[in-house]
């Protein structure tokens, strides 16, 4: 596994050997949304490859006005993959964006500010690398129904593995086996509805250069995740986006329908993508410290405090959705109180269970798929990065179950907790955001909050729902 590709004349062999037809540049916006362009592969030369290709950035959200919308995608060619999917044979090509007007790299192409972050904690000296494994959960859906009008919201989505499924009429019969609420960890067949597509998806991983690990039925009806190996922060970005994509067209090639949406079915658990995250330097791992609680060094407890002094705003990136809020709250694994214990799935950052240097790592729960990764990943480390540098100690250990903690008793013990909505993550943003520059320029800073505002926080406060209607249309 890994890469194909590891220089522009291998590119060019590569796409012989596979007779290749088509190249597909590709790039992420500050959703995380992957963008394309499709060349000829007779159109691309040595020239195209290193110079990149011009495409208007004033039709990406956000991003440019019109009068200054020519912007440059820059190839990495050691990303390409076959895409395969498609009918006829086609490369796929991480880029970068790049500013003619400042002759830089993009200060709002979130792949390229994840760049940024990696170079910043190389020049720090408190690392050379930092290793990222984020764990992307999902939902398998047989069919999604939307409504968003101004007399009408209406939303239902259906599987046969949902506990509402019980009295179907099936034209083979209804079998009755089903995970049920919160069961869904993990029993075997015909249970687990998905084994098979499970598979196909874990096989496509691995075509698309992906070293893949497990597969497994997750909490909750319909819910599944599959595990990838680790990498550094840049890789481990690309290698969301290349997952993403690969389970989502393999369920939609199969009839179904899958989301990473946080919490799309209530009173289940939602979908969460937890990130470990460790740092090194001359080869060695600065989490590790034999002994310790958790085995946990000095270095990554002051990284934790760094996460969680500025929880707050970083949530604005890692969890970047007004859905996000609804899956943060306690009993469904997703928790939300700011602090760390060893293996307990109920604190904020969990230290996961590891026999040396290797494996010691932190991992922080409460960020989901709604994350436009390159960005929640760099907003982590640098966050991470200011608590080594002003040793900020976090709340913590706790192994208790946190979950069982009443609100009064948090607010007694001082215990931080994120915020509950994504206005108040913005809000935090807008007030603590130092700890993300020069990595995050102040513009980016301030376009990604206004942009979160208008098309998220805004038009979410402004309708109402059904729970409204059922809670005060009688009043």
């Known amino acids: 596994m890994g890469k194909f590709v590891n220089s522009t004349e291998e590119f060019f062999k590569y796409c012989e050997e596979n007779e290749v037809k088509f190249v ?3 790039f992420s916006d500050f959703k995380g949304t992957w963008h394309h362009v499709t060349y000829m592969l007779s159109a691309v030369s040595t020239s195209l490859l290193d110079n990149g290709m011009p495409f208007d950035g004033s039709s990406i959200d956000a991003w440019q006005p019109i009068h200054k919308s020519d912007m440059i995608l820059k190839p990495d060619v050691e990303t390409a993959f076959l895409d395969p999917f498609t009918a006829d044979s086609t490369i796929i090509v991480f880029c970068d ?16 500010i994840a760049k940024k972050a990696l170079k910043h904690l190389d020049e720090s000296g408190m690392g050379d690398v930092a290793y990222f494994g984020p764990e ?13 009008s101004i007399n009408e919201s209406y939303y239902k989505v259906d599987s046969e ?7 179907n009429d099936n034209e083979f019969g209804n079998m009755g086996h089903r995970p049920r609420t919160k069961g869904g960890y993990f029993p075997v067949a015909p249970i687990d509805s998905m084994v098979d597509l499970r598979a196909e998806m874990m096989q496509v991983l691995e075509q698309v250069g992906l070293e893949v690990t497990l597969g497994h039925h997750e909490v909750a009806q319909a819910q599944g995740e599959i595990g990838i190996k680790f990498g550094t922060l840049v890789e481990a970005a690309d290698n969301v986006q290349k997952y993403k994509y690969v389970v989502r067209m393999v369920a939609h090639m199969n009839g179904k329908s899958c989301t990473f949406m946080p919490k799309p079915l209530f009173g289940d658990n939602g979908n969460g993508m937890h990130v470990h995250q460790s740092i090194w330097k001359n080869g060695k791992n600065l989490f590790y410290s034999p002994g310790e609680y958790g085995n946990l060094s000095e270095t990554a407890r002051h990284y934790i405090g760094g996460v969680f002094k500025h929880a707050r705003a970083v949530a604005a990136f890692t969890n970047a959705a ?38 010691t790592r932190i991992e922080m729960r409460f960020p989901d798929s709604t994350a436009c990764p390159y960005l929640a990943f760099a907003a982590m480390l640098m966050a991470g990065l200011d608590g080594i540098k002003n040793k900020y100690e976090p709340v913590g250990p706790m192994d208790d179950d946190l979950f069982e903690l009443s609100l009064d008793e948090i607010r007694e013990r001082e215990i ?13 943003l807008i007030r603590d955001n130092e700890f993300l520059q020069p990595v995050f320029s102040k513009d980016m800073i301030d376009t990604y909050q206004h942009y979160k505002f208008e098309t998220q926080v805004w ?7 059904a729970f409204e209607f059922a809670s ?3 009043c």
Request: glycine share 6%.
């Open 322 to 359: 007004t859905n996000s809020y609804k899956r943060l709250i306690p009993g469904f694994e997703a928790p939300s109180i700011l602090t760390y214990s060893s293996q307990n799935r109920s604190a904020s950052c969990r230290i996961p269970y590891g026999a040396g240097e290797m494996a």
């Open 161 to 167: 593995e949902g506990v509402w499924a019980d009295a």
């Open 97 to 112: 964006v790049y500013d003619i007007y400042k002759g830089e790299m993009y200060e709002k192409c979130p792949r390229s």
């Open 416 to 428: 931080p907790q994120m915020p509950h909505t994504l206005r108040g993550a913005l809000e935090a």
């Open 24 to 26: 597909d540049f590709r």
């Open 136 to 148: 992307n959960e999902f939902f398998i859906f047989d069919d999604v129904k939307i409504i968003d």
């Open 459 to 465: 038009p979410y406060e402004a309708r109402p729902t």
């Open 472 to 474: 005060t249309y009688s």
